[in-house]
């Protein structure tokens, strides 16, 4: 084994230890009935996206449950794969061609559909390459696409089934229109936000009168499509109107005034005007008063705007062609001109924008396929109500319980070319057809003819299936359903879902819904029917991610310019120092305030262990320690022999950490995890552990019996690693196979993971070891505060109305003598504190530290009455600061917050300084 080197190179290591890894196999999972399955599938990124730092924060916690678990011995998937981003992919494609100055229907559908795929075969792959970077372990012998063959499949069979059940249909409804990508988009696609706008009042003539109907709106544009006026029926001031026509301003039509029990008669006027092609409301309003049929007058819906949210043929010439807001404009400028505008008020309201370009959201009446969600829902509330599926947080559960009772059908058809095209036709044959012919021919494969009138001219739905509808099926499709292969019955359901909360309607109820819809037809491993709700669902528990945001607060985006390159993070600090940090300020359920400096946490850390690594190493050779004494010592349960107190203490408190890591990672506070393993490893090992035990190292103790203190060292060291591992892969790694020779294919990664013996765990050796520590750093704190140079010897006089305490420092000499430089220790006679001495409490009793011969006092005194003048001089100043009410409530917050915590860091400063100027004139 070659040397370890002196400064750890996080480069050199993860491009040595990633092909390692992945050569050999240990991130492919098989079916294997002689362990328990651990799954987990990956929220595909878009083909489209690069790595982001949500991205890193989401992944390296899959990657930490994956690691460990794999350890534990779990025959253990993670599925990786990427999503086909129907509206995201073509817009990408589509600026490459308009660079070319064409069009997607100047190529066609299928060479852009050609040119789509190149495209994905080009860049498609990006973001998984930079998954690798990050040290993932992902079963990349499985990646799947959504668009691939087997899931493509998948996607045809749940239309087709969910359409024999009645729960699929194609139906005239307004949906949300987005203009710039000309494609409906799903209710939970519509990103809503505070407007500041107007109110328009608008005169409409009453006919056979000279009175008016006065309504208020904000989309005046709109009116050109108006059907109807509208009134509540018990709105006593319209009652007598009911029924009366009225002039439509800037057309030649006239339209009713109805009653409906919808109208708010406490908005604007109580008469609103009903466009039922262009508001969701208004179409229910027009489809109860039968859009004409059977009633006095009609009212059909008037579709006003083309595909880009421009003016049609439908509108009086004057405005067609015209962008919807231009109109908008000319509107308001004509109805002033003709005296129907009344009055302009202020007016906030929500405006819907497309979640994917920002474009306001056209209300927009068309032919679209949905999906009936209620009878869907029920089940996939139950699981999450009665527990099958955990949320954590759980906080969660609330949100999901409101979106599920409030839930509305899901349009899934996209007016796009990339993406699952809808498996229906329709028959086009001649003007004889029946009219059985014009019902969609829905059908896994082309059909040869038209069932009704045989004719062969058939056309496919142009339109494609709603990205998500592939991504619902996600934890099973990738597992090869529809067919019950062994795969999909061995690791189904999986496991944990680590996904961010926004996408916790769009993804997650969905997915639950799917599995909970087609499961019970895919038998268990023993051939069993799945009927119990725990054997259907998709996953047992989701871990909702937090959102990574910068120093102040704002959430990272490219258009802040404040989202870092995670790329550009690995190259500076290593991908274990950024997984790690990453993970290690992200508590469960908050959102988390990164900066790149942060990842000094991590790099530290990876620095730190990397040190006490190397000291071993080195000790071992000077010892003449080879790798056949160290695993013959620890094959005769070295741990045995020649313990001290230090020893005992590491054992119990490495054994009190395995336990406390697997609970916190079990109760899936993986951040508490991180913190438990970072104080072991930190402070109990390489701060306090490794420091004891160089007394004895180098002290006059036997050859064999240095060995045997280092061998359990070295064991401990090898503990910690692995605990380590499912944070920081690639150190670990580079360690674990130093400290050891290794047989040719040993890894870290699938070694067993540490199991708490209880026998190890020695309360009085914790306690004791604590008393120790605190006395130390209670002296170590006095030294430095007082300037004593470390080289000098100090002795300590000491009294604790506790025999014990005292008994306990007089038995470890050692410890105080190696790590605080104490040379002498005695009992305080009398009661009668020493002169000159400083002094500190520690549980109850006294440390007394005679200063005289170790500092000039006089000296001492006045650097210290210098320091207190100057920081008593800084916190007059801020406090005056702090009391101009000027300076409080025009400076920015994160200033006057600043000014806040230097004005508490100087008083405590003060404080410490007096403290100290009273033990040098005690």
Aim: aromatic share 10%.
């Amino acid at each position: 084994m070659a040397e370890l080197p002196k400064a750890y190179v996080p480069k050199d290591a993860e491009d040595k230890w990633y092909p390692f890894w992945e050569e050999r196999g240990f991130f492919h999972a098989t079916v294997n009935p002689q362990k328990k399955p651990f799954t987990v599938v990956i929220p595909p990124p878009n083909i489209t996206g690069i790595l982001t730092m949500g991205h890193v924060l989401n992944n390296t916690i899959q990657d930490v449950f994956v690691r460990w678990k794999r350890m534990q011995g779990y025959e253990t998937l993670w599925m990786p794969g990427t999503d086909h981003a129907g509206i995201a992919t073509q817009n990408v494609v589509e600026k490459s061609l308009s660079k070319e100055g064409k069009t997607r229907h100047d190529l066609g559908r299928e060479e852009f559909l050609r040119r789509v795929w190149q495209w994905k075969e080009q860049y498609g792959g990006t973001i998984i390459k930079q998954l690798r970077k990050l040290g993932t372990s992902c079963d990349w012998v499985r990646e799947r696409f959504t668009m691939d063959e087997g899931l493509s499949e998948a996607v045809q069979e749940i239309f087709i089934r969910l359409y024999e059940k009645g729960l699929i249909y194609r139906g005239k409804y307004i949906v949300n229109w987005c203009p710039k990508d000309h494609t409906a988009i799903s209710d939970d696609e519509v990103n809503f936000t505070e407007q500041q706008s107007n109110l328009w009042y608008v005169r409409y003539p009453i006919k056979g009168t000279k009175d008016f109907a006065v309504v208020a709106t904000t989309r005046p544009e709109t009116m050109l499509g108006d059907t109807a006026v509208a009134v509540h029926p018990n709105d006593e001031r319209y009652k007598h109107l009911i029924g009366k026509m009225v002039f439509l301003p800037l057309t030649d039509r006239e339209i009713p005034i109805i009653a409906d029990d919808v109208i708010d008669p406490e908005f604007g006027t109580g008469m609103v005007k009903v466009t039922p092609a262009h508001d969701p409301n208004d179409y229910w309003i027009g489809e109860r008063h039968n859009a004409g049929i059977g009633q006095r007058h009609h009212m059909i819906p008037i579709n006003i705007f083309d595909i880009s949210a421009r003016l049609n043929d439908n509108v009086p010439p004057k405005y067609r062609g015209m962008d919807r807001f231009d109109a908008r404009k000319e509107a308001v400028k004509d109805l002033e001109a003709q005296g129907f505008l009344v009055k302009i008020e202020p007016h906030v309201h929500n405006v819907g924008r497309c979640y994917r370009c920002d474009t306001i959201i056209e209300p927009y009446l068309s032919d679209q396929w949905f999906v009936k969600m209620k009878p869907l829902a029920g089940p996939a509330l139950r699981v999450v109500e009665n527990g099958t599926i955990t949320f954590h947080p759980k906080r969660w559960v609330k949100t999901y319980e409101h979106w599920m009772t409030n839930i509305r059908d899901w349009c899934i058809s996209r007016q796009l070319w990339w993406g699952h095209r809808i498996p229906v036709w329709y028959c086009v044959g001649d003007d004889h057809c029946m009219l059985e012919c014009k019902q969609p021919i829905v059908s896994r494969t082309k059909p040869a003819k038209c069932p009704h009138c045989n004719s062969t001219n058939l056309r496919q739905d142009e339109d494609v299936l709603d990205t998500w509808f592939s991504s619902w099926l996600w934890p099973f499709s990738t597992l090869g359903w529809p067919k019950a292969n062994p795969d999909l019955r061995y690791f189904y359901p999986t496991d944990t879902l680590v996904t961010a909360p926004d996408i916790i309607f769009f993804w997650v109820a969905r997915m639950i819904m799917a599995g909970m819809e087609v499961m019970n037809q895919i038998p268990l491993p023993d051939g069993s029917t799945r009927t119990n709700d725990e054997n259907l669902v998709p996953f047992k528990d989701v871990y909702f991610t937090s959102i990574i945001r910068d120093m102040k607060g704002r959430k990272m985006s490219k258009s802040l310019g404040n989202s870092p390159d995670p790329l550009d993070v690995i190259a500076e600090y290593g991908a274990d120092a950024l997984r790690f940090t990453i993970v290690y300020l992200a508590p469960l359920g908050q959102d988390v305030l990164y900066s790149n400096e942060k990842c000094e946490i991590g790099r530290n850390f990876a620095n730190k262990i990397w040190n006490a690594g190397r000291f071993l190493m080195m000790n071992k050779d000077q010892l003449g320690m080879t790798d056949a004494t160290h695993i013959a010592h620890r094959i005769s349960h070295i741990s045995d022999l020649h313990l001290d107190l230090a020893d005992r203490w590491i054992l119990s408190r490495l054994h009190s950490t395995i336990a406390g890591f697997n609970h916190a990672m079990t109760e899936f506070e993986i951040n508490h995890a991180s913190k438990i393993v970072y104080d072991f490893v930190w402070h109990d090992f390489c701060d306090w552990y490794v420091e004891m035990i160089k007394g004895r190292l180098y002290g006059d103790e036997p050859n064999d019996v240095k060995q045997v203190i280092l061998s359990r060292a070295i064991s401990v060291f090898d503990q910690s690693l692995r605990l380590l591992h499912p944070f920081m892969p690639f150190v670990t790694e580079e360690l674990w196979q130093h400290i050891e020779s290794r047989a040719p294919g040993q890894s870290i990664m699938v070694s067993a993971f540490p199991v708490k013996e209880e026998k190890w765990i020695d309360k009085k050796a914790e306690e004791e070891m604590a008393f120790v520590q605190s006395t130390i750093e209670s002296i170590r704190n006095v030294r430095g505060e007082l300037s004593v140079p470390p080289s000098k010897d100090i002795q300590i006089i000491i009294s604790f109305p506790e025999k014990s305490k005292a008994a306990i420092i007089q038995k470890y000499q050692s410890y105080f003598q190696r790590l605080a430089r104490v040379t002498k220790i005695e009992q305080l006679l009398n009661g009668e504190k020493p002169k000159q001495a400083a002094s500190a409490v520690v549980e109850g009793g006294e440390v007394f530290i005679p200063l005289e011969g170790l500092i000039d006092l006089n000296t001492e005194r006045q650097r210290i009455q210098k320091e207190l003048t100057h920081v008593q001089g800084m916190v007059e100043s801020i406090q005056k600061k702090l009391a101009n009410e000027s300076f409080v409530s025009k400076a920015p917050k994160d200033v006057v917050e600043k000014e806040r915590e230097k004005l508490e860091s100087f008083r405590t400063n003060m404080e410490k300084l007096q403290t100290n100027l009273r033990r040098l004139f005690s």
